[in-house]
């Protein structure tokens, strides 16, 4: 029988952290490959799968080994509540830039622009998952696939392709980027074609995507406000892509 701790040594450097049971869920569910997953508890576990996850109940039987509390401690940066963790194959960049470029597209594509905030990265990606959008698409330094980003993905980047890309290697399609000076989101009917790009939590857009976008487009807010969350402002934009609008009944 394999060695779940020495088999996690082994893998780690080159997986991806999936920390909880969500993560592991997720990623099981939307076809991740995971060579090893461990639970202090593994009854409580599978007792989750059996009330919020059945569909993939079976599949987390055959994966979860049960360590000590010590043990697992010792895999991630931040245990978690579930105290459950595993290890997924990343999946494949060249698979994930085909999607990205395929067109037509019946979603759009999502791109961040140079952001800051690993968390607020993973609640995009989960988003994103949510609506069915093509991908995710990063610029700048931030790595997509770093493991705090995966968490607040809750496991989600298996559902829908996340790369970070240049602003010259963007996926085709009209490119609306928002930002407060553009049009107002409400009078405009985003196709699904869609590139959607957002500016950093602090700086906006930069001025290589802001020269590159074919529209500029604003969300409605209160005067005297000046900002929304970056993952509010990627929901409210995913919502109207969605509704159809404008004329949405």
């Known amino acids: 029988m394999t060695d779940p701790?020495?088999?996690?040594?082994?893998?780690?450097?080159?997986?991806?952290?999936?920390?909880?049971?969500?993560?592991?869920?997720?990623?099981?569910?939307?076809?991740?490959?995971?060579?090893?997953?461990?639970?202090?508890?593994?009854?409580?576990?599978?007792?989750?799968?059996?009330?919020?996850?059945?569909?993939?109940?079976?599949?987390?039987?055959?994966?979860?080994?049960?360590?000590?509390?010590?043990?697992?401690?010792?895999?991630?940066?931040?245990?978690?509540?579930?105290?459950?963790?595993?290890?997924?194959?990343?999946?494949?960049r060249e698979a994930h830039l085909r999607a990205l470029a395929r067109m037509p597209r019946s979603a759009p594509v999502v791109v961040l622009d140079e952001p800051r905030n690993l968390g607020n990265a993973g609640a995009v990606i989960r988003l994103a998952a949510g609506f069915g959008a093509t991908g995710v698409v990063t610029t700048g330094t931030l790595d997509p696939w770093h493991p705090t980003v995966v968490r607040g993905g809750a496991g989600l980047h298996f559902a829908t392709a996340v790369e970070r890309l240049t602003v010259g290697e963007l996926p085709p399609g009209p490119l609306f980027a928002l930002d407060p000076e553009g049009e107002?989101?409400?009078?405009?009917?985003?196709?699904d074609d869609a590139v959607l790009a957002f500016g950093s939590e602090r700086s906006g857009l930069s001025a290589p995507l802001r020269?590159?976008?074919?529209?500029?487009l604003s969300l409605p807010m209160r005067p005297q406000v000046s900002s929304y969350n970056l993952a509010t402002s990627v929901a409210m934009t995913l919502y109207h892509w969605s509704a159809g609008a404008p004329g949405a009944a």
């Open 5 to 92: 701790l020495a088999q996690w040594r082994r893998l780690a450097d080159a997986s991806v952290l999936l920390d909880g049971f969500h993560a592991l869920k997720h990623a099981v569910r939307f076809g991740a490959e995971v060579p090893v997953a461990v639970a202090v508890d593994r009854r409580a576990a599978l007792a989750l799968a059996d009330e919020l996850a059945p569909d993939v109940r079976a599949a987390l039987d055959a994966l979860l080994t049960e360590v000590p509390q010590e043990a697992y401690a010792a895999l991630v940066p931040r245990p978690h509540p579930t105290a459950v963790a595993a290890l997924a194959v990343r999946p494949s």
């Open 211 to 216: 020269a590159r976008a074919d529209h500029l």
């Open 184 to 191: 107002d989101i409400r009078g405009v009917k985003l196709p």
